[in-house]
């Protein structure tokens, strides 16, 4: 299996993130680092901990920065609620947070494996990352790749050309996109193709026990949050999908064949007027390809939405 450490703000969506990167074979989940976004760093590392127990998550939960590098953190209650979670009743925690730091954890995990062996997975701002590589450089040669959840080619969700996460720390967002290492994007060009609607919806509830019933809550408070500040007819679940690629990558031995990857210049916008938090993907035909960056623009949702339910429906490990 992959090994991964999944760097979250849970938040809805990366509650989903952390069920199927336990229950998934594909993946080996090292780690779980926490980082301020949707909701105040307490409030996510609180969800991140409550979420792991109702997984069955073994791995270490680490709380990593309270907000952005340079700027004053904007958090997403208006999708999210004021708790990052609403609508769902978490198990009373039995996991307990790691004493060590979110960016120590990653670099003692990154540096204490083989070159190669990790792939970082950001579905929250990219701060924590960045820091890590302020921290020790060096793993930016050892990690594996970066699969985050973040940015668009297109449209925006914060602003009209921004997306939430990018846009929360874009000067953190631009040293991870620079550093060098594989960064796949996996933005909401294809996280608008991962609807949950009322069919899935159904599906998932009837997967049955604990992990279904939270599911079924989640998404129908996601949802309704969903209509009402973006007028979606059914929520996009975003950070699931950066995870699906790193299983699609595992399951098929080399590019994913469930997603349409393309490499391109990814550059982040950090002093615009109107587009600071921008991920500038250049996909003009005539420009190098020769690039270690690249952006996820098709899915195929159904085989998305398979692997989701099955993670449900698979009891936590014993
Ligand atoms: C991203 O922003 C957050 O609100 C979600 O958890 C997701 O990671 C989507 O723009
Ligand atoms: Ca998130």
Redesign the pocket.
Known sequence: PRKIILDC?P????AVALLLAQAHPAIELLAVTTVA??QSLPKVTHNALGVATLAGITAPVAAGAEGPLVRSAEF?AD??GDSGLDGVVLPEASVTLDARGAVDLIIDLVMSHEPGEITLVP??PLTNIALAVRREPRIVDRVREVVL??GSARSG?LTPVA???IAFDPEAAAEVFEAGWPVVMAG?DV?HQALARPHIAARIAAAGGPKAEFMRDLLAEYGRRYADVQGFEAPPV??PVAVAIVIDEELSGGAPSHFDLVRAPIAIETTGRHTTGMTVVDLRPWVSREVPTSVALGLDADWFWDLVVDAVAASPAP
């Open positions: 703000d938040g809805h969506d990366d976004g949707n997403a999708i999210h579905t929250g959840m973040g969700n997306e939430f996460n909401l996280t975003h950070d």
